[in-house]
């Protein structure tokens, strides 16, 4: 069930159709014995709703295992021919025993318990678009880190105008987090997200423009709660366990196990830093 197998398969689009096309049906009978969880509770579905299958746009007899689910559910809100391209770039990472199997199927685990999904992982997987914004991130953080920056930063363009949500593949993400909705959420290159954290949607992790260089985001730590439209500024910490109250605007570091509330703002005159202190150009270019 390794790497070598799966690699002489094909994800390939065909039409508007994720499908795969298989190495050989001797091959195919001995790879992966049987299918895996979420793509048996994915053909079940279709199987109570056939008309499903005209909306998913996915060839699900075809596919073998969760990691082709989660690559071709991912594939089918790109452009047909960006599509094609993903798909030759998550086939390996995917697959059992790639290098993001594990925790692809645990991020939708997570989603589908603290959504209260009543359809489980696998519904999670193909509706929750917080979740895909998610996964979409694993794939581009890889690339970054295996040295490939520029495809995970055109990858990210890509699948922030299919998702809505900004996640730099540079910043740091733990497992088992949850993002709710994630529509307009804004992740910066050095932000820190440890594991457990929840995430409505609306959130940025944004920098002020006086810290420069690394740690310019902020850092959540393990288990803390981040409500819709909150604005973390700065290289400020949220502690473990902390709770950060919807629409809240953070500029200081917030203790474990608190609760922090309210947006806030006061004029201060004259305090403004002027734009060529924050190295911001104001007229014509040099």
Known sequence: MGDGNFQQRKLRVIGSVIAVVPMNETMRSTAFPAPDAFLQDARALVLRDPQLSDLLGLDLEAMLHDGELIAGALAQALPVDVAAGFLRLAAPLA??????????????????????DPGGAVTSLLFANGLQNLLAYRFTHHLSGAGRATMAHALKTRFLRAFGAD???????????WIDHGLGLVIGQTAVIEEDVSLWHGITLGTNLVD???????????????????????PIEIGEGAVVAAGAVVTENVPAGALFIGPKGRTLEGRARPPHELGILIGELE
């Open 95 to 116: 697959a059992p025993g790639g290098a993001l199997f594990d925790i692809l199927r645990d991020d939708c685990r997570v989603t589908a318990s603290r959504d209260q």
């Open 167 to 177: 996640i730099m593949p540079e910043a740091q993400i733990g497992r088992r987090v």
């Open 212 to 234: 420069r260089g690394e740690g310019r985001h902020p850092k959540i730590c393990r288990g803390a709660i981040i409500g819709a439209g909150v604005k973390l500024i700065g």
